[in-house]
């Protein structure tokens, strides 16, 4: 009955060994927990600012909070006030309160065309103050693609309105220039008989100037020199040849003080 | 007996209007160019006066009439001189003074305006010997010219500081010009002889005289000569001690503004400091 012993050695002091295993593998999971809190930043101390908005439409519970596009916290509650607005909490970590002051402002927007809506706090100038936890942050929407789209529908109603108008008003010209092209033919044939009268009557003018002006101009040149004649005899005759300066041909003058310089000075006595 | 009268007063009329002989055509056309030339120069156009010229001579040149050569040569020259060209103004009266067709009237007036010349290039000497010749030649015809050649010598005179020789070469000029009715160039004898009073400290004489050229002055319309008087005036009331210095100036202020005269107003200005801030 040796071979039967009931205390075998090997489980001497075994509730003792399950113990010590049982400690070491629960201290090895608070170990691990706490590490992954620290990395995910569970346990890091954490600041709290709201806005109020008139809609919480796209804003959800744990939506990340960013600045610069890093994430800084996340909304951490959302609330209806009496006013029937509502109260957006973020949850921002302490140690990047010290970028956020009293005239940063936090605004909802996406991150790309079709990305996540997430918040993002602009950091404000180093002239104003930090903002105090629980304080309030100023908010603002950013303007969505369908508001995009009704403002840009907006501006372009108008301009569809004067096209529809500009091209009414060209169908319009473009009959009467139909009408005007219809009508050019006799135009022309005007025009033809315009030009066939013109050319005769320079015809005309080109005969008579060949044969008339010389003669012409002979005639009233010989008048002017027989004139001249009459003229010149007169003009030599008593007393009226006193009253002409016959022409001579002078030289012309040199003043002898032409150029001179103001009086001498006086000699001093 | 009335148709005696009458007929003989008819033969005196017919007698009276007989014509002088008419001038050839060419000659006619030579003086159109001289007057073309002589309006143009007033103007200032000289290239257009030089051109105007340069054509009557060539055709004066062509019937070989001396004196219309003589004449266009002198305008020639004379154009050349505002233009500034010196050495081409130097060899036209070359031409005029070589030229023994020329009459020697013409080549007293081409040693006249060379001895003008040599005296604005500050040459008194060279001046002093053309001016000479001129006289030489002008004196015994007396020439149109010679008072104005005695105002030159008067001017010459007063540069070299020779008071008595200014004043006797102004007075000869005085009558010359008066001679022939010159008026410019007697109020310049006038002129010369009050400048002369003032440099031999002779105020009260050269103020009387400054007055009398003023008159003269103001009836040929000579501005610049205006301002001039009204300075020779200032100077000689201020040797006075008269009290209307500044008058004067400011009578010779006003008309150099009148004719935007830079430089004359200028020159008023420092008789001004000169005379009143003394």
């Known amino acids: ?269 | 007996m009335k148709r005696v009268i009458y007929g003989l007063i008819v033969l005196w009329l017919t007698a009276c209007s007989s014509a002088p002989p008419p001038r050839p055509p060419l000659e006619d056309n030579a003086l159109q160019w001289t007057q073309r030339g002589q309006d143009a120069f007033r103007r200032g156009e000289w290239q257009e006066a030089l051109d105007a010229y340069q054509e009557g001579l060539r055709i004066y040149a062509s019937i070989e009439q001396g004196d219309g050569i003589g004449v266009e040569l002198l305008n020639i020259a004379t154009v050349q001189y505002a233009m500034g060209d010196i050495v081409a103004m130097d060899k036209t009266l070359d031409r005029v003074l070589n030229n023994v067709g020329v009459p020697a009237v013409h080549r007293a007036e081409a040693a006249y305006r060379r001895a003008y010349a040599k005296l604005n290039a500050a040459d008194a000497d060279g001046a002093a010997a053309w001016l000479e010749q001129a006289l030489q030649r002008c004196a015994p015809i007396d020439c149109a010219a010679l008072g104005a050649m005695y105002n030159l010598r008067a001017r010459l005179a007063l540069l070299r500081g020779d008071t008595v020789v200014a004043d006797t070469d102004a007075r000869r000029a005085a009558e010359a010009n008066r001679r022939h009715g010159d008026q410019i160039e007697e109020a310049n004898s006038q002129r010369l002889l009050a400048d002369a009073a003032l440099r031999s400290a002779n105020g009260a004489q050269a103020l009387a005289l400054y007055e009398q050229t003023l008159t003269l002055d103001k009836a040929t319309a000579q501005t610049r000569k205006i301002v001039l008087d009204l300075l020779g005036a200032a100077r000689a009331a201020a040797m006075l001690g008269r009290t209307d210095v500044v008058a004067y100036l400011e009578r010779a202020r006003s008309v150099a503004e009148s004719i935007d005269d830079a430089v004359l107003a200028q020159q008023v200005d420092a008789t001004r400091r000169e005379l009143v801030q003394k």
Do not use: C
């Open chain 1, 1 to 269: 009955m040796t071979l039967l012993q009931d205390e075998d050695l090997r489980f001497r002091r075994l509730s003792r060994k399950i113990g010590i295993f049982l400690s070491i593998a629960a201290l090895g999971i608070v170990i691990t927990l706490i590490s992954i809190g620290v990395q995910q930043k569970l346990i890091t101390p954490k600041s709290q600012v709201f806005f109020v908005t008139d809609s919480g439409r796209e804003i959800v519970q744990g939506m990340a909070v960013k600045l610069s596009g890093f994430r800084i916290g996340k909304v951490k509650r959302l609330e209806l006030t009496e006013q029937a607005a509502v109260k957006v909490t973020l949850e921002i970590q302490s140690e990047y309160m010290k970028w956020v002051r009293q005239d940063s402002k936090a605004r909802l927007l996406k991150e790309g065309v079709i990305g996540d809506t997430v918040i993002e706090v602009a950091p404000g100038s180093e002239k104003s103050p930090q903002i105090v936890d629980s304080n309030q942050i100023a908010f603002e929407r950013e303007v969505g693609m369908a508001q995009l789209v009704d403002q840009l529908y907006d501006d372009v109603r108008p301009l569809i309105a004067d096209v529809r108008s500009v091209v009414q008003r060209t169908d319009g010209l473009l009959k009467r220039a139909d009408s005007l092209l219809a009508s050019l033919p006799s135009s022309q044939q005007h025009l033809d008989a315009v030009l066939s009268s013109a050319q005769r009557n320079l015809q005309n003018l080109e005969k008579t100037t060949a044969t008339e002006l010389p003669a012409t101009v002979r005639r009233g040149r010989e008048v002017i020199d027989s004139s001249k004649k009459v003229v010149d005899s007169l003009s030599r005759t008593w007393p009226i040849s006193n009253n002409i300066d016959q022409p001579k041909a002078g030289v012309l003058p040199l003043d002898s003080y032409g150029n001179a310089t103001p009086p001498p000075r006086a000699p001093q006595k």
